[in-house]
């Protein structure tokens, strides 16, 4: 039975999302298709997904990459965001995941702009290097979360100065301040934070977030 705390976030939520966030039929079958394919629900909220277009859009970014496709519905906000002559090349560990996105991405009229590539992401962003592409405008690092620090050093590989770097679930509950937990997950991120803190080649800040997804954050991390 979620809290009071949680039914207040995801009421001003609702809210929000009813006023800015138009209704959106595609998003909405993206989001029912992934969970009777018995995906997660995991992906991010819609105002964070309107944040992700908005960010893209005010940067006039052109190519994105995502790490975490899940069932591509932060791969639409940023597809939309580059469309039509833009491109989002998503990672994502998961076959059974990766069809669903891309039967999601046909959906919203993405195919030709967003492209779903299967595999672990670190083997898939030696590949992007090694072949030369990019620089990336925009990384939206949201898959596995103990492997952050490394999907942070490719992610400066295959950017440019004035290329932006969001991460998700940085926050998980406030856990991140704990210095001794011992969740991978958690040590990853405080290791990243660690050695940003004297990385002068980026500029960080943390965003807290509540809402319909709990209590979590986005680092945005400009590269310098
Ligand atoms: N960005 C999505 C949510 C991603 S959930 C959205 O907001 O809509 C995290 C995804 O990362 C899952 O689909 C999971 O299968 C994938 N993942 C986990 N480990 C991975 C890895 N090593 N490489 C690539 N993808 C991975
Ligand atoms: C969870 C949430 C996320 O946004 C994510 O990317 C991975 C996992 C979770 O709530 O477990
Ligand atoms: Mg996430």
């Not at 639409?76 to 669903?100: C, F, K, Q, T």
Request: with cysteine; hydrophobic share 45%.
């Amino acid at each position: 039975m979620p809290d009071d705390a949680q039914v207040s976030w995801t009421a001003v939520d609702r809210y929000f999302e009813d006023r800015l966030n138009p209704p959106d039929p595609i998003l909405d079958a993206a989001v029912a298709r992934s969970e009777a394919a018995g995906l997660p629900a995991i992906q991010v909220a819609p105002n964070q997904g309107k944040l992700l277009c908005l960010l893209a859009r005010a940067m006039g970014a052109k190519a994105a990459l995502e790490i975490g496709t899940l069932g591509g519905y932060s791969t639409i906000w940023l597809g939309r965001a580059v469309a039509p002559s833009g491109r989002v090349l998503s990672l994502e560990l998961s076959e059974a995941h990766a069809r669903v996105a891309r039967t999601n991405l046909d959906e919203a009229g993405l195919s030709a702009v967003a492209e779903v590539r299967v595999g672990p992401a670190l083997d898939s962003l030696a590949d992007i290097a090694a072949k030369g592409a990019g620089p990336f405008d925009l990384v939206f690092i949201d898959a596995d979360k103990a492997n952050i620090p490394d999907y942070f050093d490719w992610s400066m590989k295959l950017t440019r100065p004035g290329s932006l770097i969001v991460i998700d679930n940085v926050v998980r509950d406030g856990e991140v301040a704990e210095a001794a937990s011992a969740d991978p997950s958690v040590r990853a991120i405080r290791q990243l934070n660690d050695r940003l803190k004297t990385d002068a080649r980026v500029s960080a800040t943390t965003i807290q977030t509540v809402g319909v997804k709990g209590y979590d954050g986005f680092t945005l991390i400009l590269v310098l």
